[in-house]
């Protein structure tokens, strides 16, 4: 399998010229780096007093540096609704998002007690659905949600695990205070944008790296591979064969599908390379056919098998669910992962871990207004210019309000939407996110971030990439920061101790 | 009573099969109305590729058609001896819960017709005696005649259509019972006519879950409940789940079918 890369067109803002002035933050944001306007946070003391000593001019040449070398790379992301910039590269950001060993730990933990509860609740649906009989969730939450799968009822997957890759976004809004904003339990994309920004880093100031000491995530595409091996179903005799399944180059997260294969020294395959052999699942290879073991799928649930879902998907491989089923496969993420990362179930997160580990929620939920019922509703059509509003099933960022962003008539037609399938709808307050410093023409200005932490799920244990991908919104005041609207990305430090 | 059974399905390709895959739900099960005394599938010009069960706890077989075969003949045969429950398959439950059988399918989304059918359900004294006097009523809206519906037919096609077979009946009367909140479903199977040993297809019943009495199953197009003449092969929210064969064929060309159905004493 050939190893594919973009010519990307380049959208990125360049950064012309700097000064090291750092832009005031308005006082009512948690600033990552600064307390007050002249005391530095103690995990970005190092960096700063680094910072401080570097030429004027240097850094914004490294800014083009970065550019360069992902233009090189061709770390790509299409941009849905934009047809003149199907293709762009990521804005990155050279300033790095630095978190501390200690808020680190305290995080992972809350992130794997959650992704605990995420498996054993899916383990649980699809089988004796002991939370619905206890009446913890609406039965109607899972027997109505769309990405509820009947064909997964009575069966568990090779090893018990259900998300073997979870990409939890998580926010900040004080010293203390983290929140999850969706627990993405599919097929979280991204990954490559953290690892390349930690290479683009690494290669731009090696000098910062002997400095400053950074947990690494070079690790992740081997950690990745083990993971995956250690779910190969019983069947599999001797090493596992994992294969990478992409919809093909035409989807926007191509580049990253072909980009873990090659790391992780796995096949990259599209539904026509594979077939039903032997009662596996197998690839044409120029020696025929061989089975495959561990498939990481990066298809939706709807088109992954056609004799079982949607009969016209050309992306899918037919029989795979009776492969499965079988016992003879492994899919990662398992189909019908989606029932525990809808908006609709995030509202229950808190029960849903309490129920499953028996300890209270270690992250925090963002109070959430479930607009199918009533007196939420109410509540989120009174208030809708204080609220972002999104779509249950929705991703991406697409299809949402930001109360405080919207018009007026942009208010009213999202309104008239909300009213006309309120069910379809869930609303949060806008949170106070922190701010990061990026560079811009005038040197460094706070902007909003979120981060999406990758873990690793196997019956050996939950491994944490430390750090993850940090995303940030470009826009000054904007909170919106998913890459699809216009969102940047930069390196996430986890420091050593 | 013992049955024999011999139901074979040839599938005739008028250009060479590159791929294809058929997914069979033609294994019986032992159960309180049936016990599989004997059952063997044989298939010429594919393979069995694997045997599992299904998330309603039917056991499917997958083939593959061999690559360039011009034919695939697929036969189930054996001898299941039958009890007569009177229709009552009773508490006996799966992996699926019973709210998976109140939902709304594909094939089985009520519309106002099916609502007013269902409106006798709702209270009824006597639910048994109302399903009864349903499925009496579904039969004379949809007298049984073959040729009038497809597959694919929904529940309101067949109701609006005024005609329709076994899988039509199923529908609409598993539409109806949803409406009124009881969980039900549809089952595949053979029927033994008393008066003929070649049958014109395999057959499809619906069943009804009351709290009093567990799964009850009314054979519509036949006005009865099943009894010993009747063999459950799978079951499902709708045909989709339980159909015999179903089945996809990669490339061009044309494909006709022939089934071939004995159940005999």
């Known amino acids: 399998m050939t190893f594919r890369r973009f010519l990307p067109v380049l959208i990125a803002e360049p950064v012309e010229s700097v000064n090291f002035s750092i ?67 990521i804005p990155f950001d050279l300033v790095p998002r630095i978190i501390a060993s200690r808020e680190w730990t305290k995080l992972s933990k809350g992130i794997e007690q959650r992704v605990r509860a995420i498996n054993a609740f899916l383990h649980d649906i699809y089988n004796r659905q002991e939370i619905l009989r206890a009446g913890r969730i609406p039965i109607d939450l899972i027997a109505k949600n769309a990405a509820f799968l009947p064909q997964m009822m009575g ?50 100031f090696p000098e910062l790296f002997s400095r400053i000491k950074v947990q690494p995530v070079s690790d992740y595409p081997k950690n990745l591979r083990r993971s995956l091996a250690a779910c190969a179903p019983k069947s599999c005799n001797g090493k596992p064969v994992i294969a990478v399944l992409t919809p093909g180059i035409f989807n926007s997260a191509y580049y990253e599908h072909s980009f873990l294969a090659d790391q992780m020294g796995a096949e990259l395959v599209e539904g026509h390379d594979l077939r039903v052999v032997d009662g596996h699942i197998a690839m044409r290879t120029t020696q025929g056919y061989k089975q495959i073991d561990v498939l990481y799928r990066r298809v939706d649930d709807e088109y992954l098998d056609p004799l079982t879902f949607n009969p016209n998907s050309m992306l899918g491989v037919p029989g795979i ?14 189909p019908g992962t989606g029932v525990a990362d809808d908006k609709a179930i995030y509202s229950y997160m808190p029960d849903i871990v309490e129920f499953y580990t028996g300890e209270k929620a270690i992250l925090k939920n963002v109070e959430t ?39 007026k008539k942009e208010l009213s037609d999202f309104a008239d939407k909300l009213s006309a399938r309120p069910g379809n709808y869930i609303a949060q307050p806008t949170l106070s996110l922190s701010t990061v410093p990026i560079m811009v023409k005038k040197g460094l200005a706070p902007r909003h971030v979120d981060l999406r932490p990758y873990v690793l799920v196997s019956p050996d244990g939950i491994n944490i990439t430390p750090g993850g991908l940090t995303r940030v919104a470009l826009t000054e005041g904007s909170l919106v920061v998913n890459s699809s609207q216009g969102g940047g990305t930069k390196d996430t430090w986890v420091l050593e101790d | 009573m013992d049955l024999h059974i011999s139901h074979k399905t040839s599938y005739a390709y008028d250009q060479p099969v590159s791929y294809a895959l058929q997914r069979l739900h033609l294994r019986p099960q032992s159960n309180a109305m049936q016990t599989v005394l004997d059952w063997n599938i044989t298939v010429d010009g594919g393979v069995v590729e694997l045997t599992c069960n299904d998330h309603h706890g039917n056991i499917i077989d997958l083939v593959n058609t061999f690559r360039g075969a ?123 006519l008393d008066d003929r040993i070649d049958q014109d297809a395999s057959h499809a019943w619906a069943e009804v879950h009351l709290p009093s009495l567990g799964w009850v199953g009314f054979d519509v197009s036949n006005g009865i409940s099943p009894d010993e003449r009747y063999v459950r092969l799978a079951i499902g929210t709708e045909a989709r789940d339980a159909a015999p064969i179903q089945g996809l064929r990669m490339g061009p060309g044309d494909e006709s079918l022939i089934v071939t159905l004995q159940v005999q004493q």
């Open chain 1, 23 to 89: 832009m005031n933050t308005k006082p009512d944001h948690f600033d990552e780096m600064r307390v007050g306007d002249t005391e530095v946070r103690p995990p970005y003391a190092s960096y700063k007093t680094w910072f401080d000593d570097q030429e004027p001019g240097r850094l914004a040449r490294k800014s083009k540096e970065a550019e360069a070398f992902f233009r090189r790379t061709g770390i790509t992301f299409n941009v849905y609704g934009q047809v003149a910039a199907e293709e762009r590269l």
């Open chain 1, 155 to 204: 069966f568990s997957p090779p090893g018990g695990v259900y998300t073997h890759i979870v990409g939890t976004d998580i926010v900040r809004t004080g010293e203390d205070d983290f929140f999850v904003l969706e627990d993405n339990a599919r097929t979280p994309s991204g990954v490559s944008y953290m690892l390349e920004n930690r290479e683009t880093m690494l290669q731009m």
């Open chain 1, 321 to 334: 669910m009776d492969v499965y089923r079988a016992g003879n496969i492994t899919i990662a993420n398992a």
């Open chain 1, 369 to 407: 207004f479930r607009c199918g019922e009533p007196d939420s509703l109410k509540y989120v059509l009174d208030n809708l210019a204080d609220l972002v509003v999104k779509e249950v099933h929705g991703s991406g960022g697409y299809g949402m309000l930001v109360g405080p962003a919207a018009s």
């Open chain 2, 70 to 192: 011009s034919e695939l003949v697929v036969t189930a045969e054996g001898t299941v001896r039958t009890n007569d429950c009177a229709g009552v398959f009773g508490k006996v439950y799966g992996s699926a819960p019973l709210w998976h059988f109140v939902q709304g399918t594909a094939l089985t989304q009520p519309n106002k017709d099916i609502r007013a059918l269902a409106k006798p359900l709702k209270g009824a004294s006597d639910p048994l005696g109302a399903l009864h006097a349903m499925s009496a009523s579904i039969l004379s809206a949809v007298p049984y005649a073959t040729g009038q519906t497809y597959t694919e037919t929904t529940a309101e096609q067949a109701l609006a259509g005024g005609a329709g077979v076994c899988q039509d009946h199923a529908h609409i009367m598993i539409s109806a019972a949803r409406v009124a909140g009881m969980p039900a479903r549809y089952v595949s199977g053979y029927l033994m």
